[in-house]
T-cell receptor, first 115, second 111 residues
Framework: AQKVTQAQTEISVVEKEDVTLDCVYE???????LFWYKQPPSGELVFLIR??????QNEISGRYSWNFQKSTSSFNFTITASQVVDSAVYFC????????????FGPGTRLSVLP | DSGVTQTPKHLITATGQRVTLRCSPR?????VYWYQQSLDQGLQFLIQ???????AKGNILERFSAQQFPDLHSELNLSSLELGDSALYFC??????????FGPGTRLTVT
């Protein structure tokens, strides 16, 4: 069965610091998808990224970057030069392609960016 | 605004009752997903529909059921409600396997 672990329950940083959120996953599938979602204090869920298991290239989007390493089953998320608006709960998720979009979410990491 | 609408926004009901949550996907999106978020269980995938047919099932209880109608809106029916069913229920939509757009959620409180 698939599983997603986000070992960091809460992280606090000061604005402009870089921060990395860890995500480790378990799956027996060879084809799968990994996701990151953001849930700001307002409560809505915001999609950040989807990565399939065959694409190990790192991705950068503005201040956000993702490091996918199959060898360690990790899909870590880094925010560079954090801002107060980055304060949110961040969820990593895994979908095993054979089961369609059957998602498993990690427990989330609450990031607080202090001014 | 994601383009996904959910009604009602809040719902308070008693144990044993039945409620229906409604979701309208973004225009053009064929897939609808339902999720439950609670303090105890975190975020859980419940079920997915694609163009009216069930595609994937997650941790959905037998007391819960869902359907997607020809106009692609979806309803999640929760029956014989228990205190533990109190949660935020999210709907999301996507074209197929693409990124999901989430609605604002329905907060269900069972008393």
């Amino acid at each position: 069965a698939q599983k997603v672990t986000q070992a960091q329950t809460e992280i606090s940083v000061v604005e402009k610091e870089d921060v990395t959120l860890d995500c480790v996953y378990e799956t027996r599938d060879t084809t799968y998808y990994l996701f990151w979602y953001k849930q700001p204090p307002s409560g809505e869920l915001v999609f950040l990224i989807r990565r399939n298991s065959f694409d190990e290239q790192n991705e950068i989007s503005g201040r956000y970057s993702w490091n996918f390493q199959k060898s360690t089953s990790s899909f870590n998320f880094t925010i560079t030069a954090s801002q107060v608006v980055d304060s949110a709960v961040y969820f990593c998720a895994l979908s095993e392609a054979d089961y369609g979009q059957n998602f498993v979410f990690g427990p989330g990491t609450r990031l607080s960016v202090l001014p | 605004d994601s383009g996904v609408t959910q009604t009602p926004k809040h719902l308070i009901t008693a144990t044993g009752q039945r409620v229906t949550l409604r979701c309208s996907p973004r225009s053009g999106d064929l897939s609808v997903y339902w999720y439950q978020q609670s303090l105890d269980q975190g975020l859980q995938f419940l079920i997915q529909y694609y163009n009216g047919e069930e595609r994937a099932k997650g941790n959905i209880l037998e007391r819960f059921s869902a359907q997607q109608f020809p106009d692609l809106h979806s309803e999640l029916n929760l029956s014989s409600l228990e205190l533990g069913d109190s949660a935020l229920y999210f709907c999301a939509s996507s074209v197929d396997r693409d990124e999901q757009y989430f609605g604002p959620g329905t907060r269900l409180t069972v008393t």
